[in-house]
């Protein structure tokens, strides 16, 4: 069964870091690209970062500097290291696998920074 599973989300003060896995079962996440996405409470669901299948990383504006997107092929999993986090760093984070026409997703990580 394909199956893609965030975990690592929370609830975490501004400033504080936290480390969102992905992990993959019943295929390989070698070769795919992967996407994470994050959707706040009425917003649209939008593109945070993203690695390649030659692992070029991609960063929207508002994160470079502070999120990283790390691939672990032994671990078949993908991981965003989020480090001075921010109120607006929150929402439902998601990654997606996608290569060619084949996309799978998880079905997401609460990230909630707050005082």
């Known amino acids: 069964q394909v199956q893609l599973v965030e975990s690592g989300g929370g609830l975490v003060q501004p400033g504080e870091s936290l480390r969102l896995s992905c992990e993959a079962s019943?295929?390989?996440?070698?070769?795919?690209?992967i996407i994470w996405h994050r959707q706040a409470p009425g917003s649209p669901r939008d593109w945070v970062a993203s690695?390649?299948?030659?692992?070029?990383?991609k960063y929207v504006d508002s994160v470079k500097g502070r999120f990283t997107i790390i691939r672990d092929n032994a671990k078949n999993a993908v991981y965003l290291q989020m480090n001075s986090l921010k109120p607006e760093d929150s929402g439902v984070y998601y990654c997606?696998?996608?290569?060619?026409?084949?996309?799978?997703w998880g079905q997401g990580t609460q990230v909630t920074v707050s005082s």
């Open positions: 997606e696998a996608t290569r060619l026409r084949a996309s799978y």
């Open positions: 690695i390649g299948g030659t692992n070029l990383q």
């Open positions: 019943g295929f390989s996440l070698n070769g795919y690209g």
